[in-house]
Protein backbone atom coordinates (compact mmCIF):
# COMPACT_ATOMS: atom_id res chain seq x y z
CA UNK A 1 0.00 0.00 0.00
CA UNK A 2 1.15 3.13 -1.07
CA UNK A 3 1.06 6.06 1.39
CA UNK A 4 -0.42 9.10 1.52
CA UNK A 5 0.97 12.37 2.41
CA UNK A 6 -0.94 15.96 2.26
CA UNK A 7 1.75 17.97 2.46
CA UNK A 8 1.28 19.33 -1.32
CA UNK A 9 4.18 21.63 -1.70
CA UNK A 10 6.62 18.54 -1.04
CA UNK A 11 7.79 17.13 -4.32
CA UNK A 12 9.68 13.94 -3.31
CA UNK A 13 9.51 11.43 -0.11
CA UNK A 14 12.86 10.51 1.27
CA UNK A 15 13.02 6.84 2.42
CA UNK A 16 15.63 5.68 5.04
CA UNK A 17 17.15 2.79 5.33
CA UNK A 18 18.40 2.86 9.13
CA UNK A 19 19.73 0.61 11.47
CA UNK A 20 22.90 0.02 10.60
CA UNK A 21 23.59 0.31 13.53
CA UNK A 22 20.65 1.82 15.42
CA UNK A 23 22.54 5.16 15.88
CA UNK A 24 23.22 5.97 12.38
CA UNK A 25 19.39 6.80 11.35
CA UNK A 26 19.15 8.44 14.79
CA UNK A 27 21.41 10.66 13.98
CA UNK A 28 21.01 11.35 10.21
CA UNK A 29 17.41 12.33 11.43
CA UNK A 30 18.28 14.78 13.76
CA UNK A 31 20.50 16.58 11.13
CA UNK A 32 17.65 16.60 8.94
CA UNK A 33 15.60 18.04 11.72
CA UNK A 34 18.06 20.95 12.82
CA UNK A 35 18.83 21.70 8.85
CA UNK A 36 15.32 22.08 8.37
CA UNK A 37 15.38 24.37 11.14
CA UNK A 38 18.33 26.20 9.97
CA UNK A 39 16.30 26.68 6.60
CA UNK A 40 13.18 28.01 8.63
CA UNK A 41 11.24 25.30 9.76
CA UNK A 42 9.27 26.69 13.12
CA UNK A 43 6.07 23.94 13.38
CA UNK A 44 5.87 20.89 12.39
CA UNK A 45 4.11 21.15 8.79
CA UNK A 46 7.73 23.07 8.25
CA UNK A 47 9.47 19.95 8.34
CA UNK A 48 9.12 17.24 5.04
CA UNK A 49 7.46 14.06 5.55
CA UNK A 50 9.80 11.15 5.57
CA UNK A 51 9.89 7.07 5.88
CA UNK A 52 12.08 4.60 7.78
CA UNK A 53 12.80 1.08 8.00
CA UNK A 54 14.69 0.10 11.03
CA UNK A 55 16.64 -2.83 9.61
CA UNK A 56 18.92 -3.94 12.45
CA UNK A 57 18.40 -7.59 11.11
CA UNK A 58 20.28 -6.86 7.56
CA UNK A 59 23.89 -8.79 8.83
CA UNK A 60 27.17 -6.94 9.44
CA UNK A 61 28.23 -5.17 5.94
CA UNK A 62 31.96 -5.64 6.48
CA UNK A 63 31.70 -9.62 7.13
CA UNK A 64 29.09 -9.73 4.00
CA UNK A 65 31.66 -7.84 1.64
CA UNK A 66 34.77 -9.79 3.63
CA UNK A 67 32.87 -13.25 3.09
CA UNK A 68 33.44 -14.27 6.59
CA UNK A 69 29.56 -13.47 7.53
CA UNK A 70 25.96 -13.58 5.73
CA UNK A 71 25.08 -11.66 2.40
CA UNK A 72 23.96 -8.18 3.57
CA UNK A 73 22.50 -7.97 -0.19
CA UNK A 74 18.88 -9.50 0.32
CA UNK A 75 18.26 -7.36 4.00
CA UNK A 76 18.91 -4.54 1.86
CA UNK A 77 17.10 -4.70 -1.28
CA UNK A 78 14.05 -6.16 1.00
CA UNK A 79 13.96 -3.31 3.21
CA UNK A 80 15.02 -0.81 -0.13
CA UNK A 81 11.89 -1.88 -1.52
CA UNK A 82 9.24 -1.75 1.79
CA UNK A 83 10.37 1.92 1.54
CA UNK A 84 9.57 1.97 -2.50
CA UNK A 85 6.32 0.26 -1.63
CA UNK A 86 5.35 2.33 0.74
CA UNK A 87 5.98 5.54 -1.51
CA UNK A 88 9.16 6.50 -0.72
CA UNK A 89 10.73 8.73 -3.89
CA UNK A 90 14.19 8.18 -3.17
CA UNK A 91 16.63 6.17 -0.67
CA UNK A 92 19.14 7.04 1.83
CA UNK A 93 21.56 4.14 3.63
CA UNK A 94 22.88 5.38 6.33
CA UNK A 95 26.00 3.03 6.57
CA UNK A 96 28.94 3.72 4.73
CA UNK A 97 29.81 -0.06 4.36
CA UNK A 98 26.71 -0.85 2.99
CA UNK A 99 27.44 0.95 -0.66
CA UNK A 100 30.03 -1.86 -0.96
CA UNK A 101 26.91 -3.73 -3.08
CA UNK A 102 25.49 -0.43 -4.24
CA UNK A 103 25.34 -1.44 -7.66
CA UNK A 104 24.05 -5.12 -6.72
CA UNK A 105 21.11 -3.27 -4.56
CA UNK A 106 20.08 -0.72 -6.76
CA UNK A 107 19.52 -3.13 -9.56
CA UNK A 108 16.90 -4.83 -7.69
CA UNK A 109 14.45 -1.61 -6.57
CA UNK A 110 12.47 0.88 -8.86
CA UNK A 111 14.28 4.22 -6.89
CA UNK A 112 17.08 5.57 -6.85
CA UNK A 113 19.64 5.04 -3.89
CA UNK A 114 21.36 8.77 -2.92
CA UNK A 115 25.85 7.46 -2.87
CA UNK A 116 27.12 8.87 0.00
CA UNK A 117 30.40 8.88 -1.38
CA UNK A 118 29.79 10.60 -4.78
CA UNK A 119 27.95 13.03 -2.40
CA UNK A 120 30.60 13.38 -0.19
CA UNK A 121 33.13 14.03 -2.80
CA UNK A 122 30.97 16.47 -4.27
CA UNK A 123 30.35 18.26 -1.51
CA UNK A 124 34.16 18.24 -0.79
CA UNK A 125 35.15 19.49 -4.37
CA UNK A 126 32.93 22.53 -4.27
CA UNK A 127 33.50 23.39 -0.15
CA UNK A 128 36.68 23.32 -0.06
CA UNK A 129 38.15 24.04 -3.44
CA UNK A 130 41.79 24.36 -2.28
CA UNK A 131 42.20 20.73 -0.47
CA UNK A 132 43.83 17.94 -2.59
CA UNK A 133 44.79 15.40 0.13
CA UNK A 134 41.76 13.72 1.90
CA UNK A 135 42.01 11.69 5.31
CA UNK A 136 39.58 8.76 5.44
CA UNK A 137 38.59 6.96 8.41
CA UNK A 138 36.14 4.07 8.06
CA UNK A 139 35.62 -0.19 8.53
CA UNK A 140 37.70 -2.49 6.77
CA UNK A 141 35.02 -3.15 4.45
CA UNK A 142 34.73 0.47 3.36
CA UNK A 143 38.63 0.87 2.57
CA UNK A 144 38.41 -2.96 1.17
CA UNK A 145 36.10 -1.75 -1.56
CA UNK A 146 37.93 1.74 -1.91
CA UNK A 147 34.68 3.48 -1.66
CA UNK A 148 36.24 6.83 -0.51
CA UNK A 149 39.31 6.43 -2.58
CA UNK A 150 37.54 5.75 -5.82
CA UNK A 151 34.93 8.41 -5.29
CA UNK A 152 37.64 11.00 -4.10
CA UNK A 153 39.95 9.97 -7.19
CA UNK A 154 36.98 10.78 -9.53
CA UNK A 155 36.58 14.26 -7.76
CA UNK A 156 40.13 15.44 -8.53
CA UNK A 157 41.21 14.39 -4.98
CA UNK A 158 43.72 11.78 -3.21
CA UNK A 159 42.22 9.74 -0.41
CA UNK A 160 44.43 8.79 2.74
CA UNK A 161 43.64 6.36 4.47
CA UNK A 162 45.31 3.14 6.68
CA UNK A 163 45.96 0.12 5.17
CA UNK A 164 43.55 -3.20 6.09
CA UNK A 165 45.37 -5.02 9.05
CA UNK A 166 47.83 -2.03 10.31
CA UNK A 167 47.62 -0.95 13.88
CA UNK A 168 45.88 2.02 13.09
CA UNK A 169 43.49 0.75 10.73
CA UNK A 170 43.05 -2.13 13.80
CA UNK A 171 42.46 0.40 16.41
CA UNK A 172 39.69 2.80 14.26
CA UNK A 173 37.64 -0.88 13.73
CA UNK A 174 37.78 -1.71 17.65
CA UNK A 175 36.87 2.46 18.24
CA UNK A 176 33.65 1.18 16.14
CA UNK A 177 32.91 -2.33 17.38
CA UNK A 178 35.32 -3.14 20.64
CA UNK A 179 33.13 -5.12 22.51
CA UNK A 180 33.60 -3.17 25.84
CA UNK A 181 34.12 0.66 24.53
CA UNK A 182 33.71 0.49 21.27
CA UNK A 183 30.78 2.73 19.47
CA UNK A 184 28.17 0.11 18.52
CA UNK A 185 28.93 -0.87 22.23
CA UNK A 186 28.42 2.25 24.08
CA UNK A 187 25.41 3.33 22.34
CA UNK A 188 24.58 7.59 22.62
CA UNK A 189 27.37 7.86 25.15
CA UNK A 190 30.68 7.16 23.33
CA UNK A 191 33.76 6.17 25.07
CA UNK A 192 36.84 8.14 26.15
CA UNK A 193 38.94 5.22 24.80
CA UNK A 194 37.26 5.48 21.33
CA UNK A 195 37.42 9.22 21.16
CA UNK A 196 40.92 9.10 22.04
CA UNK A 197 41.64 6.75 19.29
CA UNK A 198 39.94 8.40 16.72
CA UNK A 199 41.51 11.55 17.85
CA UNK A 200 45.16 10.03 17.75
CA UNK A 201 44.07 8.82 13.91
CA UNK A 202 43.18 12.20 12.72
CA UNK A 203 46.36 13.56 14.14
CA UNK A 204 48.49 10.90 12.30
CA UNK A 205 46.95 11.65 9.07
CA UNK A 206 47.41 15.27 9.56
CA UNK A 207 51.09 14.57 9.57
CA UNK A 208 50.85 12.53 6.38
CA UNK A 209 49.68 15.31 4.28
CA UNK A 210 45.64 15.16 5.38
CA UNK A 211 44.04 18.73 5.02
CA UNK A 212 40.84 17.28 5.85
CA UNK A 213 39.09 14.14 7.05
CA UNK A 214 35.81 12.43 6.41
CA UNK A 215 34.29 10.32 8.91
CA UNK A 216 33.50 7.62 6.86
CA UNK A 217 31.09 5.01 8.81
CA UNK A 218 28.15 6.44 10.70
CA UNK A 219 29.38 5.27 13.92
CA UNK A 220 32.28 8.14 13.57
CA UNK A 221 29.88 10.80 13.09
CA UNK A 222 28.76 10.00 15.70
CA UNK A 223 31.91 10.16 17.90
CA UNK A 224 33.20 13.16 15.86
CA UNK A 225 30.06 14.71 17.01
CA UNK A 226 30.96 14.95 20.49
CA UNK A 227 34.42 16.04 19.94
CA UNK A 228 34.99 20.14 21.00
CA UNK A 229 38.28 19.70 18.82
CA UNK A 230 39.41 17.99 16.09
CA UNK A 231 43.10 18.03 14.39
CA UNK A 232 41.61 18.63 11.33
CA UNK A 233 38.64 20.09 9.96
CA UNK A 234 36.23 16.73 9.46
CA UNK A 235 33.23 16.21 6.97
CA UNK A 236 29.97 14.29 7.86
CA UNK A 237 28.73 12.32 5.39
CA UNK A 238 25.51 12.26 7.06
CA UNK A 239 24.83 16.21 7.30
CA UNK A 240 26.04 16.38 3.37
CA UNK A 241 22.79 14.10 2.51
CA UNK A 242 21.00 15.91 5.14
CA UNK A 243 21.08 19.05 2.59
CA UNK A 244 20.51 16.76 -0.17
CA UNK A 245 17.83 14.94 0.75
CA UNK A 246 15.59 18.27 2.25
CA UNK A 247 16.68 19.39 -1.13
CA UNK A 248 14.99 16.33 -2.92
CA UNK A 249 12.25 16.52 -0.78
CA UNK A 250 11.36 20.10 -1.59
CA UNK A 251 12.36 20.19 -5.21
CA UNK A 252 15.69 22.28 -5.06
CA UNK A 253 17.06 19.62 -6.53
CA UNK A 254 16.12 16.99 -8.86
CA UNK A 255 17.07 13.47 -9.61
CA UNK A 256 19.39 12.22 -11.41
CA UNK A 257 22.69 14.21 -8.92
CA UNK A 258 25.48 12.58 -7.82
CA UNK A 259 24.79 8.51 -7.21
CA UNK A 260 27.27 6.26 -8.17
CA UNK A 261 30.71 7.99 -8.83
Not at 40 to 53: E, M, N, T
Not at 67 to 81: F, I, N, S
Not at 118 to 132: D, F, I, K, M, N
Amino acid sequence: MTLLFCQDRQAAVPGILGGLGPLAHVQFEQRLIQRSAERGARCDQDHPVWLLVNGTTIPNRTESLQGTGPDCVPGLVRYAQLLERAGASFLVVTCNTAHGVYDQVQAQIGIPWIHLMACTSGHLRCTYPTVQRVGVLATDGTVQCGLYSHSLSQAGLTAMGFELNSPWQDLVMQSIYHPDWGIKTTGTRVSTQALTVLKQATAWLKSQGAEVVIAGCTELSVAFAQMSSLPLPWVDPLAVVADITLDLAWGYRSLPLWQAA
